[in-house]
């Protein structure tokens, strides 16, 4: 006699944006952003190395884009 099949569970994996972020002048998991809604400013530092930096952004703007502005900066300093 053949017992009753269990059906398999399948958990859906939620995928979730980070609020910590890589460091690109000292390669540590580190940066923190902090957003100033009422002047449309976000302020990035560093907690390991100490690199800060202030970048304005457009309202519709998450912590992503203004993680990726920061790169784009870094990326264009470093270059230059």
């Known amino acids: 006699m053949g017992g009753k ?9 939620i995928k979730r944006i980070p609020s910590i972020f890589i460091c690109p002048y000292c390669g540590n998991r580190s940066i923190t952003i902090e957003v100033n809604e009422k002047v449309n ?9 100490g690199a800060n930096d202030t970048i304005k952004y457009a309202p519709p703007s998450e912590e992503v884009d203004i993680y990726n502005r920061f790169m784009d900066k870094y990326y264009k300093e470093t270059s230059s």
Do not use: D, P
């Not at 099949?5 to 994996?13: A, C, D, G, S």
């Not at 400013?41 to 190395?49: P, Q, T, Y």
């Open 41 to 49: 400013e976000a302020f990035i530092r560093c907690s390991k190395c």
């Open 5 to 13: 099949r269990r059906r398999k569970i399948i958990k859906r994996v």
